[in-house]
T-cell receptor
Framework: DQQVKQNSPSLSVQEGRISILNCDYT??????FLWYKKYPAEGPTFLIS?????DKNEDGRFTVFLNKSAKHLSLHIVPSQPGDSAVYFC??????????FGKGTKLTVNP | DAGVTQSPTHLIKTRGQHVTLRCSPI?????VSWYQQVLGQGPQFIFQ???????GRGNFPDRFSARQFPNYSSELNVNALLLGDSALYLC???????????????FGNGTRLTVT
């Protein structure tokens, strides 16, 4: 039973345009959500997070939106850069110590 | 400042053997978590330790065990290795247990374990 779903295995975007990565969750107990970026041969790197009491959080080029009623969150990257090419993981937690991860979306930003 | 460090980076073992993976957290971080990532999947939670005590355990068999030392470093042990244990094992640290304070986990680069 996958509690965090990233339904797009891959996404390709032109440099300078917006990248939108989506994530859905099923567990109503989740109250904290995070996005991680992962390059090959490296561990996941924390990007941005959002608490369930908010619906938006911005950090530079990265913005995360949370729609609790739809159990959906998205990560917007504007403008996209070739260095953003990586696998992006959505993760969630609530009521326990563990982070629950999605399967990831591979983002490719073309020059 | 050094990030989370893990050793070894790569390891090849035979079915039935045991393995010990090591992790040093970011200086000042007292909580360590272990995750397993198999190809094509997101990381899966194995354990969390804080102040040498287990604070959480994922859905893994008893062949998996871990401990945390007074200096907050940690070991993950896996006994009676199976082919399906082949994966990237990730260690992550945080300042406090995640139940106390919502803070992001900081991951190391992982240990790539191959079981043949």
């Amino acid at each position: 039973d996958q509690q965090v779903k990233q339904n797009s295995p891959s996404l390709s975007v032109q440099e300078g345009r917006i990248s939108i990565l989506n994530c859905d969750y099923t567990n109503s107990m989740f109250d904290y959500f995070l996005w991680y970026k992962k390059y090959p041969a490296e561990g996941p790197t924390f990007l941005i997070s959002i608490s369930s009491i908010k619906d938006k959080n911005e950090d530079g080029r990265f913005t995360v939106f949370l729609n609790k009623s739809a159990k959906h969150l998205s990560l917007h990257i504007v403008p996209s850069q070739p260095g953003d090419s990586a696998v992006y993981f959505c993760a969630a937690k609530g009521g326990s110590e563990k982070l629950v991860f999605g399967k990831g979306t591979k983002l490719t930003v073309n020059p | 400042d050094a990030g989370v460090t893990q050793s070894p980076t790569h390891l090849i073992k035979t079915r039935g053997q045991h393995v010990t993976l090591r992790c040093s957290p970011i200086s000042g971080h007292k909580s360590v978590s272990w995750y397993q990532q198999v190809l094509g999947q997101g990381p899966q939670f194995i354990f969390q330790y804080y102040e040498k005590e287990e604070r959480g355990r994922g859905n893994f068999p008893d062949r998996f065990s871990a401990r945390q030392f007074p200096n907050y470093s940690s070991e993950l042990n896996v006994n009676a290795l199976l082919l399906g244990d082949s994966a990237l094992y990730l260690c992550a640290s945080s300042l406090l247990p995640s139940r106390v304070y919502n803070s992001p986990l900081h991951f190391g680069n992982g240990t790539r374990l191959t079981v043949t």
